[in-house]
């Protein structure tokens, strides 16, 4: 089911959503985060993707990003099917207590939709919403930002490592290399 939310400018910016299937909670572990941070960079350094701020909560990730070189689209399904597969590979050689119900939920969810294989890891959605303003851009970097308070999980922004709080607010070399509006 489509909700709309497209990315329609392959050279604009976007502030993104991907969203675990079932809202599994599958990033309570840094080895899972890790996985996305890698991702992150890699399509950074390779495929033209610039990132101005991210989060990475339990079971979403909010981007605001754009390609520099006008294939977000693409970048974006690479990033994903990427991910999955390597979260997949991780559930199956880590220590991972939930690993028969992860591996479950994933199942069950590709079995829902002809165009998946065995197992869908993220909703097929993205979320897409055009960023033009820089008054539009503060406030999703700052709903971004805000996430991991909301969350109960720190007082102040900067506190939390799998976000671009720090970098933007503290000047310091993040965990994604970030790019600046």
Request: charge should be neutral; aromatic fraction near 16%.
């Amino acid at each position: 089911m489509s909700t709309g939310y497209h990315i329609d400018d392959q050279y604009g910016m976007y502030f993104l959503t991907f969203t675990v299937v079932d809202w599994v909670d599958i990033f309570t572990r840094k080895v899972y985060r890790d996985i996305v941070i890698d991702s992150l960079n890699f399509c950074i350094k390779h495929k033209g993707l610039s990132v101005f701020g991210f989060v990475i909560m339990t079971n979403h990730v909010h981007l605001i990003a754009h390609s520099k070189t006008g294939k977000l689209s693409d970048t974006v399904r690479y990033f994903k099917k990427f991910t999955a597969h390597s979260l997949l590979q991780a559930i199956e050689t880590e220590t991972e207590s939930r690993r028969e119900w992860l591996l479950y939920r994933f199942e069950w969810n590709a079995a829902q939709h002809e165009r998946n294989s065995k197992y869908q890891v993220w909703t097929h959605e993205n979320h897409a919403i055009s960023i033009t303003t820089n008054e539009f851009y503060r406030q999703k970097l700052e709903y971004i930002h805000q996430n991991p308070i909301r969350a109960g999980w720190v007082e102040r922004e900067e506190d939390y490592t799998y976000s671009s709080a720090k970098a933007l607010f503290c000047n310091t070399k993040g965990i994604v290399d970030l790019s600046y509006w």
